[in-house]
């Protein structure tokens, strides 16, 4: 069975910090692209982060400077932590995990981020 299972989502006052993990489990791992999207009520699910083949990885514009995407891969386990954070990252955060070769994707359940101004 395949599981995406996010975790570390909760509320934060602006400004602080927050850690997102997702835990992979009936994948092979290494042969995933893994990422962070994000969905805020009335908004369209958006690409916050991405960890391509090599360890390349790449954020958004929005939140460049603030936000990483990290791995670890003995654990499985895809990371984004979340710096000086808004009022306007509040949003569902999804972990994300695609094939690189036949496209087949998976996501996760969803871990609710809330930052209080």
């Known amino acids: 069975q395949v599981q995406l299972v996010e975790s570390g989502g909760g509320l934060v006052q602006a400004g602080g910090s927050l850690r997102l993990s997702c835990a992979a489990s009936?994948?092979?791992?290494?042969?995933?692209?893994m990422g962070w999207y994000r969905q805020a009520p009335g908004k369209q699910r958006e690409l916050v982060a991405v960890l391509a083949r090599g360890n390349r990885l790449s954020v958004a514009d929005s939140v460049k400077g603030r936000f990483t995407i990290s791995n670890d891969n003995a654990k499985k386990t895809v990371y984004l932590q979340m710096n000086s954070l808004k009022p306007e990252d509040t949003a569902v955060y999804y972990c994300?995990?695609?094939?690189?070769?036949?496209?087949?994707?998976?996501w996760g359940q969803g871990t609710q981020v809330t930052v209080s101004s």
């Open positions: 009936g994948i092979i791992f290494s042969m995933y692209t």
């Open positions: 994300h995990a695609e094939h690189r070769i036949t496209g087949i994707d998976f």
